[in-house]
């Protein structure tokens, strides 16, 4: 069983840059792959990036690709995700997902078996 625990949410301006974390407890092997999804009021969850655990093997949305970096750090079982030039479009709750066994689709969210109970992200205009 793995739990993950978001954190660094919170309001920010227009252009203005924010880093989560996603802390999983538990063991972390490298067939597994972490993600950052978001669901904004309203709308469909949606993907906005993964790591593989391995590799390190990183992808994007197209929306968010250029201005958030994923990142990790094996030792203390944490994803990151670094926004910069943060828009009022990128209001939403962002989840933090690890899927067990990945088999490479990344972007599908029922691809992932553990999600974090989410963090707000507000960025006003």
């Known amino acids: 069983q793995v739990q993950l625990v978001e954190s660094g949410g919170g309001l920010v301006q227009d252009g203005g840059s924010l880093r989560l974390s996603c802390a999983a407890s538990?063991?972390?092997?490298?067939?597994?792959?972490m993600g950052w999804f978001r669901q904004a009021p309203g709308k469909e969850r949606e993907f906005v990036a993964a790591i593989t655990w391995g590799a390190g093997y990183t992808v994007y949305a197209g929306s968010v690709k250029g201005r958030f970096t994923i990142s990790r750090d094996n030792a203390k079982n944490t994803v990151y995700l670094q926004m910069n030039s943060l828009k009022p479009e990128d209001t939403a709750v962002y989840y933090c997902a690890a899927d067990s066994f990945s088999r490479g689709r990344l972007v599908v969210a029922h691809e992932y078996d553990y999600w974090g109970q989410g963090t707000q992200v507000t960025v006003s205009s």
């Open positions: 538990g063991r972390i092997a490298s067939s597994y792959a």
